[in-house]
């Protein structure tokens, strides 16, 4: 491909062509992707529209904006499951997220679906996490109960229509409908009263995949279980065998890390083959059709319920764990606290949150200013203004 002017010069059966930008992406995608999947061309555009770029389709644009926005980058200051006082190796939100991309990447590619809206949604899918994870959502849903209530999916949504400044023209990141659209089923499945797109039930096996396998990486490494307790439920047990008749006897690190590798490749291919088989005979012929079927892409029922009953394991002793409950409890005080002293004193807030105010009430707009901050600067703001 060569490019020039704002065209492309694209190599075809037929020698070269000169093609616009989406054009490109277009022969491309003719290609490489099944009838079912996603095309760019396709998209329903921005809600303001913008001139095609020369050489970037719709959803690797998207891709992009996610991840020069700053909520994407403080990602890498917000808890997963393990605060930074536990130790460097386990995983951050933003290292969750590059996992569930390159995870949902392998799936996507493997069933010709549009890889690069795969990547978009994953980049996407977690970046309205608050400060302290799970714990810190409950606090803000607690706080903003009689105005409706904190979810992080539906955080995204405001992050990318509203609070990402980076354009002159519009507010937020004006991403595709479709990634928009997509977003908008995790915070409500029967929002379209059709099936996510499928790069979207991707993302969404992907990312159960990826917490499966590092979550149990991480507890093990942090000492919360051991590796003979995990081997009493079938899904470690299994894996744990694989991996014994491929390499023998590995000592305690090494044994850990093949079997993380192994719980994410068999979750991948039982995916892959699951949905695979299914797929073929259905021969659906555009990627709305298949939204409108029972069609689902996720694990055999088998895999399904040895994921439930390691999920419910890993709830109970790790989640659930007593370091991690403390951790939850002081961090779930100290944003109550504050959510109270900023709607209190919203001359505290930064101002546009204080401009923020005058349009969606203050108890909003310091749910949004709480929401965006790291573990740390949550914690330094704390100390600053309302400690005792
Ligand atoms: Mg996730």
């Keep these: 491909m060569i490019l020039g002017c704002g065209r492309c010069v694209f190599m075809t059966n037929h020698g070269f062509q000169a093609l616009s930008g989406l054009q490109t992406i277009a022969a491309r995608e003719s290609l490489l992707l099944a009838p079912y999947a996603m095309r760019s061309i396709d998209s329903r555009g921005r809600r303001y529209p913008e001139p095609e770029h020369p050489y970037r389709g719709p959803f690797q644009r998207d891709r ?19 605060t930074g006082d536990m130790g460097d190796y386990h995983r951050t939100r933003l290292t969750h997220t590059y996992e569930v991309a390159s995870i949902a990447r392998t799936i996507g590619r493997a069933l010709r679906l549009n890889e690069d809206l795969v990547e978009a949604l994953a980049l996407f899918h977690d970046i309205g996490h608050p400060p302290f994870g799970h714990a810190g959502e409950d606090a803000l849903n607690e706080c903003l109960a009689d105005k409706g209530g904190f979810s992080h999916n539906q955080y995204a949504m405001t992050i990318a229509e509203y609070l990402e400044v980076r354009y002159q023209s519009f507010p937020g990141l004006n991403l595709s409908w479709e990634v928009l659209e997509s977003q908008a089923s995790r915070v409500d499945k029967q929002a379209a009263g059709l ?39 079938p899904l470690v047990r299994d894996s744990l065998a694989r991996v014994h008749e491929r390499f023998g006897g590995l000592h ?36 709305e059709e298949a939204r409108r079927t029972a069609f689902r892409i996720g694990p055999s029922e088998e895999l399904a319920e040895q994921k439930a009953e390691l999920e419910s394991f890993l709830f109970d002793r790790v989640y659930r764990h007593s370091q991690l409950i403390d951790v939850r409890s002081r961090a779930q005080a100290r944003l109550r606290s504050m959510f109270n002293g900023y709607c209190r004193k919203p001359a505290l807030l930064p101002a546009r949150f204080r401009d923020r105010a005058e349009s969606v009430g ?7 200013y709480l929401a965006g901050m790291t573990d740390r600067y949550c914690e330094q703001q704390y100390l600053r203004h309302f400690s005792p």
């Design 195 to 233: 099936a996510p797109l499928l790069e979207a039930q991707v993302v969404e096996a992907a990312d159960s995949i990826t917490y499966d396998a590092h979550d149990t990486d991480d507890s093990v490494k942090l000492g919360l279980v051991t590796m003979d307790e995990l081997a009493e439920l």
């Design 64 to 82: 992009d904006r996610i991840v020069h926005s700053s909520t994407y980058r403080r990602l890498s200051g917000k808890m997963q499951v393990f």
């Design 252 to 287: 305690d690190k090494l044994l850990r890390k093949a079997v993380v590798h192994e719980l994410i490749d068999w979750q991948v291919s039982d995916v892959l083959e699951t949905v695979g088989a299914a797929l073929t005979p259905l021969g659906f012929g555009g990627a």
């Design 362 to 368: 203050i108890a909003r707009a310091v749910g949004d």
